[in-house]
Each structure stands twice: as C-alpha cells, then as structure tokens.
C-alpha cells in the first residue's frame, strides 16, 4: 500500500488526485472543441439490459450544439453510423439530447431548468431504472424515455459524440459509470 495521500487506495488501478479538493469541480478537464478523450474500450461500458447511471459536471463555453460523452461499439467511442445503438448526452439548439433506447430523445426548449448559460456548472445524470432511462439536470428531470435496449457497446468517449463536429467546449469533472445501480 502506498503511504503518499494523492493515491486512493481503493480506486482502480490506484489512481494519483489532488487529495486537497477545495471543491468538487477540482480537477475538471477542459475540452477545447478540438479533441477528444477516447478512454478505451471496456466491458464495464457494456451495460446491457440492465440498470445504470452516467454522471458528471460540466460546463459550457457557448450554447452551441455539442456533445458530453457517448459509448459505442467504435473504437475511439464516436459513432455516427447506427448511432441510435449508443448511448450518448449531449446539447442542441436549447435543448439537451440523449441518445438512449435505441433512438433521439430531446428534451424541452428551452429546458426545464431553463436555458444553459456559459461557464455555469451543471450536474447531469443519466439513469435507467427498470426499464426507464432518464436525464437529471442539477436533480430535475429533464428527459424520460421507455429504454429496454440491450446497449453492447465497450468504447467510451469523453467530450464529444457523433463525431468530430460534436466535440465539447468547456469543462467535465467527476465522470463515473455505474454499472449495475440506478
């Protein structure tokens, strides 16, 4: 075990952080609209016909049409070809939109909790639950959508979806993927 306190114990792999967080936006990653992050290819994406959740905080440089994440059957995690068979959230013209069920799901315009602004953190949750995938904005629903699909895709992509004319400008912090648990 190490003894140096910017290693968690019981994170995967023992990842290195900044122990000192003054808050929980620490240590976000800023997308410049230009890239973005492939994290592999893992069966831990491979969420099936069961319960999840996909979280994170974000912020927006603009209020123009891009993407947050997408995981998919593609190696890099982009995927424009059958993308109605990812699951992928993401912002268009005032309105978030999630790919989910096998299909488009937008949500209101303007959203619920009113237009996006820039630089302002939002949380953002994708759940589903027996059947029922939803979006969370700051705790409010947003989307709900009847999603049964059995989602096999193992690539994940961290700021953008689609392709390369989605990819997100501002910042994502404290992404997890939970398998398993609504």
Known sequence: ASSNPDIVLDSPS??????????????????????????????DFTMGTGDFTVECFITKDDTSH??????????????????????????????????AGGGQVDGASPPTNGSVAPRKWYHLAVVRNSGTTKLYVDGRQEISTSDTYNYTGTYMALGGYYNTSYLHLGNISNLRVIKGTA
Request: aromatic share 10%; hydrophobic share 30%; proline share 0%.
């Open 14 to 43: 023992g990842v290195a952080i900044k122990s000192k967080l003054t808050k929980i936006t620490d240590g976000s990653v800023y997308f410049d609209g230009t890239g973005d992050l492939n994290v592999g290819s893992s069966s």
């Open 66 to 99: 891009r993407g947050i994440w997408q995981i998919s059957s593609t190696a890099g995690g982009l995927q424009e070809t059958n993308y109605t068979q990812t699951l992928a959230l993401g912002y268009q013209s005032n309105r978030w939109q999630l790919y």
